[in-house]
């Protein structure tokens, strides 16, 4: 039986570690794939330790989303071709019922339908040399997206749409709030990945965009994005709420934001509702929409006089459809999207497998916007 090797989270007291694993087989509906680079998130040794609580069905091998080219597809296969370089989606829907999801080797979902995915099929995910994915998560990335300026192309590196996900996210829910332009968006906080990727996303969409946050830093590197110097606006937000509400206010003009989106991450999480939250809610108009899509784990408390005289609208959305991946990619494509350094998503470091524990040390000091860490399971010869 053919092998390969992956990391493996076999408990959570246990040190992550290269295994030997066997080679899954190619069914219908799959595809093997080689990663190429993996992301990791600031949070990822505290999920793979147990701190964060996630539901994960171990052992497993981590890796939520990546660059990889194409080693074999399944039987039904119609477009996707061995040699493919594609981004490898997280979201798994279960194809009977896509009430059932799992975010692949990260979350596995609420329900017992949920977890059948996880535990049965898609259980390894991509910080290994091969994995086995869904057909239907594989995104073929256009050659012309890696060719240089001079053969016509955009000129990325693989490492530059890596950890793409950061921006899709945000654009998920911002797209399906309506977002573009003549509208004006809210982003608090706004310096972290997946919240300056809102940011990005929402001046690539062409609103007038409110950055808000306590790092005057963080704020600053965001007028680097395109459209910046035209349409964005930067508040220091105080803890306050109705400081905070009127600084929010002022900054759309006084006549409040269309959308305010949320991305807090974990910490945000509390017995008191994050202050930021009540503020941008309150500097929403009428019609307004709140749209949820961070990490806060407890409860919030909402003012039920202002939903109601003001119709505001307050949802919850989980990460983005088919439809708008397509749509992420062409607009990438287009150069309507710009990622890489130059919009400051650089890369902190590349490691290979072995080198796990220092990439989630790295890993762990990048809470901002860029400086992301890398893990390479087939290294960079393998590229």
């Known amino acids: 039986m053919s092998t390969y090797k992956a990391l493996v989270i076999s408990a959570f007291d246990k040190p992550i570690a290269v295994q030997e694993l066997p080679t899954p087989t190619i069914t219908p509906g799959s595809a093997l794939i080689n990663p190429l680079y993996a992301g990791l998130q600031p949070y990822s040794r505290a999920i793979f330790t147990g701190k964060v609580p996630y539901p994960l069905i171990l052992p497993l091998t981590p890796g939520t989303t990546c660059i990889a080219r194409v080693e074999a597809v399944g039987a039904d296969a119609t477009s996707l071709n061995p040699g493919d370089i594609v981004w490898v989606d997280a979201t798994i829907l279960g194809r009977d019922n896509p009430d059932n999801q799992i975010l692949l080797a990260l979350h596995g979902g609420s329900n017992a ?4 995915l996880m535990a049965d099929v898609w259980r390894n995910g991509c910080c290994g040399e091969k994995t086995l994915v869904p057909l239907e998560n594989c995104h073929v990335l256009p050659e012309s997206l890696f060719k240089t300026k001079e053969e016509g192309g955009m000129g990325y590196h693989f490492k530059d749409l890596s950890t793409l996900s950061t921006v899709l996210v945000p654009y998920g829910g911002l797209e399906s709030a309506g977002v573009g332009a003549g509208t004006t968006v809210i982003v608090a906080p706004a310096t972290g990945k997946f919240s300056g990727g809102a940011v990005l996303a929402a001046l690539a969409m062409g609103a007038k965009v409110i950055a808000a946050g306590r790092n005057e830093a963080g704020l600053q590197k965001l007028f680097n994005f395109p459209g910046a110097k035209e349409r964005l606006t930067t508040v220091k937000l105080q803890s306050d709420v109705e400081k905070d509400a009127a600084s929010l206010l002022a900054a759309t003009g006084g006549k409040g934001a269309h959308v305010y989106i949320d991305l807090s991450p974990p910490a945000a999480s509390g017995p008191t509702t994050a202050s930021h939250i009540k503020s941008s809610i309150l500097a929403l108009r009428r019609n307004g929409q709140a749209v949820m899509m961070g990490g806060v784990t407890s409860n919030i408390e909402l003012n039920y006089g202002l939903l109601m005289f003001q119709n505001i609208s307050v949802r919850g959305q989980f990460m983005y459809d088919r439809r708008q991946i397509e ?15 130059s919009v400051g998503l650089t890369v902190a470091g590349s490691f290979p497998m072995e080198k796990a524990e220092e990439a989630l040390d790295l890993a762990e000091k990048g809470t901002g916007w860029g400086n992301d860490v890398l893990v390479a399971p087939n290294g960079e010869e393998g590229i």
Not at 334 to 339: F, P, Q, S, T, Y
């Open 327 to 341: 749509q992420f990619i062409q607009m990438l494509e287009n150069g309507n999207l710009i990622l890489g350094e």
């Open 113 to 116: 339908g949920s977890q059948k």
